[in-house]
């Protein structure tokens, strides 16, 4: 049994796998949870994802436990080739979700579009070679980027609906400005990259996912768990290589 965690500023999200099948996902974990739930499953081997904790907390956290542990750093050995200026500096996230891309559609060019604070669009190619991508804000960044740099607009959450293309209120104008400019930015990016490549996936993750792939014009999956396959797929390869 296989446990792959990834570990955010404040709760974890961990995914159980037997193999390549994904048993089961917990979310919005706390770490006395998380621990807790690592000692009831006893995997056999884990990996951490952790954009927050130390190496060091980290082993105290999970002091005693038998797995063997890989924790996912600039140093891990990966089963891709970075092709990036600044690879110390990638995001963890970034690089499981191109390698969950990866392992669910071998030898084809992804896109990952990762729904978060920040959006990122991750290249990975037919020949395994991470391309980098595009970092760009986040729907709720927007929003309260124009409530904290102006004196009058209001902090606003999105609606449950795409508004419409023009506002007849303040409310209404903003979040066509929000809404409809970032649907307008994903398709605007897709086409470019259909451009360059003749064929390629497009991969949404992250939890504004659903949302924005149900309004784009081009085909596409939605993975919710996109990182926790990659992070099974990178335990996988580090576990072959170290016997």
């Known amino acids: 049994m296989k446990l792959a965690i990834d570990l955010g500023n404040t709760f974890a999200k961990t995914g159980l796998f037997d193999e390549d099948t994904l048993l089961e996902i917990h979310w919005k974990l706390s770490l006395d949870d998380l621990a807790a739930y690592v000692q009831r499953v006893n995997p056999e081997y884990m990996i951490i994802s952790s954009v927050s904790y130390s190496f060091v907390e980290l082993l105290q956290l999970f002091n005693g436990v038998k797995a063997e542990i890989v924790f996912l750093n600039s140093t891990t050995p990966l089963p891709i080739v970075k092709n990036y200026d600044t690879p110390d500096t990638l995001g963890a996230d970034r690089l499981a979700a191109a390698i969950g891309a990866m392992a ?35 729907m709720q960044m927007r929003f309260k980027a124009m409530n904290t740099f102006t004196k009058r607009l209001p902090l606003l959450e999105a609606p449950s ?36 490549l003749t064929k390629i996936n497009v991969i949404f993750c992250g939890g504004d996912a659903t949302f924005f792939a149900n309004r784009i014009k081009y085909p596409n999956f939605v993975v919710p768990e996109l990182v926790l396959i990659g992070l099974n797929r990178i335990l996988d390869y580090n576990v072959r290589r170290n016997k």
Request: proline fraction near 4%; include cysteine.
């Open 104 to 138: 669910l559609y071998p030898a084809q060019n992804n896109v990952v579009i990762d729904m978060g604070t920040c959006i990122t669009y991750d290249l990975i190619d037919a020949q395994h070679i991470f391309q980098g991508g595009i970092i760009s804000p986040g």
């Open 161 to 196: 609906e795409t508004p419409a293309l023009i506002g007849k209120s303040t409310t209404t104008a903003m979040q066509s400005g929000v809404m409809n400019a970032l649907v307008a930015e994903i398709n605007g990016l897709i086409e470019q990259y259909r451009s360059d």
